[in-house]
């Protein structure tokens, strides 16, 4: 994609995420209706509201491309497109829900399967996170990296800490740090791996493009890595827009992180 296109495409994402988050904060510690759209996936009329918002925004100002979003129902059009949008309206519901900060509007555009631009918008921080691919990441403007640390002993991990128990490995971890509070939003969490704030996220179970795409353009251009449990790189908008795992962080904690967990059998959403 030329470069004039992708700063206008990054012009437009920005745009539609901070209109997108004015939204969802009209609604936010208010009465929200909530209903679940399938068992443990609650959704809100405020998911909806901002779904609705940025559809007609983005897809008004570029008819061409493909859509995949959590709150509109996929078909098979978007795997035709050159481009799509990736939206993510509320990552982080529950949190939403629960009247706690750590939500998000996560937005993505994919150019043959391939984060090209990503704009992450947390309204309760007032933190505005953009990337171009190639071009380096950016929060408020102000360019950000990974930490590069170099050893697993006390780093910071966004994970649930019993995953990490002796007894569920062959060889302990070294001692780590967690978060007290664990951010509900996976495209947050990322985020804060992207700015450097956490060393890492581990997330074994499936993960879908809209809850990922955003925030792994972030921590690649800040120069970290992102991928499944066994290493392997994301592929996007493939039939079951679903990854199998996630794993993010700087690149040698990254590798330290995968030679622990190759021996766990996890299967790719598109073996189904």
Known sequence: MPADDLMSDLRLLKEAALEAGSIAMTFFESD???????????????????????????????????????????????????????VDPIDGTRAFMNGQPHFCVALAILEGGIPVVSVLYAPIFNELYSAILGQGARRNGQPIAVNNRGTLEKSRMIADPRMFAPENWPDPWPELTFPDVHPNSTAYRMALVADGRWDGVVVLRRKFDWDVASAALLITEAGGRVSCHMGSEFSFNRKIAAQRSLIAA?????????????????PDPNDS
Request: net charge negative.
């Open 32 to 86: 929200v209706k909530t209903w679940e759209k399938e068992p443990d996936h609650p959704v809100t009329e405020a998911d909806i509201t901002v779904n609705n918002y940025l559809e007609k925004k983005l897809m008004s100002a570029r008819p061409d491309y493909g859509w995949l979003s959590e709150e509109t129902s996929d078909t098979p059009h978007r795997l035709s497109c050159d481009r799509i949008f990736v």
């Open 250 to 266: 700087g690149p040698v904690l990254h590798d330290q992180i995968v030679s622990r967990m190759t021996h766990i059998q996890l």
